[in-house]
């Protein structure tokens, strides 16, 4: 089956208080999204990459390229004003079937075992979304009052979330909603079930100066 | 209002790979539950510091405190075979009005901030819980099958967790519950409505190699 991944990364974050938007901040010694990439070209060389950035970034990803003689191929994809938009540009430039694996571009430390379980259960079921056990007590809110839960039966969501691509593309045309935080809920709200499947912890989304050290920290551990 | 603090790490965790328990590996410069002590002294320095760790490690943490020249006034009570039988061991201890602040051990990057707010609204309102948003997307899992949940209802609890001294000591007058994952749990359980507070992002709990490293990473940024 043909395998697609979409990283995206088309926001302009204000929370790093850098020059440029976090996902072309250095990890160790490359950008974040080029840790991202190799994360699915080593899992699979013959995949198919579509990478979405701010239109206005292409030419300075272009010299990152240069700069870090980074050769893997990927296509580069004008991000819209959400990430709802900037997944749909990218679809819109899938046309065969397959999987279509969506990642978080500033989530640089998947693990190749996390990427083969959510495409292996995608190929098999229609769609799979890589998530973990929650750790902490948790506890829900309501009309200014709060109660205790039982957090066994919740599920910290991750990338990649992987969905046959003609389903996937049905899927999002729709108008977007609030909801829609991430494809496995735009897919649900299609009608589709959704497969869990194993993340893994250091699989961190990069917001925070405090995360990009964390990251820094766990970089080497993990690779 | 007589303030106390205690500090639990009555438990002996196997997912470190580590021939000590968690809570006595150096971070930075000291054993992590020192920092955790140190938190509570700086923020307050006449409080009155409960440390709840196995019976079995009390030769070998005065020796610790020999070591690191430590020398933050504290009283050590014995932990359970459960977090609960050890709190419960170390509110034996407290026979005076005030608020007892109860604090994970392993949480050694609490800041000043986060146990001010615990505690100036404790006073205030007779208990209050450190909580973060949830910064991830969240499913809840049910007979099966899973669905997406709107993650601003839900919030992630952190301790310190601070209440009415009489009042916690009444609430764990009962026997263990399954759902008795903190205090706050505990607390509700007896009737009482739980305040939530912001906590600091840094507040991680150490239970694995990985936290540990994260820890290490944030420990300079955070003091």
Chains 1, 2 share one sequence.
């Not at 050769?71 to 991000?79: D, L, P, S």
């Not at 065969?96 to 075992?113: F, T, W, Y």
Request: proline content about 3%; aromatic content about 10%.
């Amino acid at each position: 089956m043909k395998r697609f991944a979409i990283i995206t990364a088309g926001g302009i974050g204000t929370r790093m208080n850098a020059t440029v938007p976090k996902q072309f901040l250095v990890l160790g010694n490359l950008p974040i999204l080029m840790h991202s990439i190799k994360r699915f070209y080593d899992f699979d060389n013959s995949i198919h990459i579509i990478l979405s950035i701010p239109e206005e970034y292409f030419e300075f990803w272009k010299q990152l390229l240069k700069k870090y003689k980074f050769e893997i191929k990927h296509r580069i994809v004008a991000g819209g004003n959400t990430r709802f938009q900037s997944i749909k540009n990218s679809l819109d430039r899938i046309n065969e079937d397959g999987i279509v694996a969506v990642h978080d571009g500033v989530r640089p430390l998947v693990s190749k075992e996390t990427i083969k379980r959510t495409f292996d259960t995608a190929e098999k079921y229609g769609n799979a979304v890589a998530s973990c056990d929650i750790v902490f007590s948790l506890r829900k809110t309501e009309n200014g009052k709060n109660f205790a839960l039982n957090r066994n039966f919740y599920k910290e969501i991750q990338t990649p979330q992987a969905f046959n691509t003609g389903d996937l593309k049905r899927a999002y045309n729709v108008d977007f909603m609030e909801e829609f935080t991430d494809d496995a809920s735009v897919f649900e709200a299609a009608g589709h079930k959704i497969n869990l499947v194993k993340g893994n912890r250091e699989n961190i989304k990069i917001t925070s100066p405090e995360d990009l050290i964390i990251a820094e920290a766990l970089l080497n551990r993990v690779f």
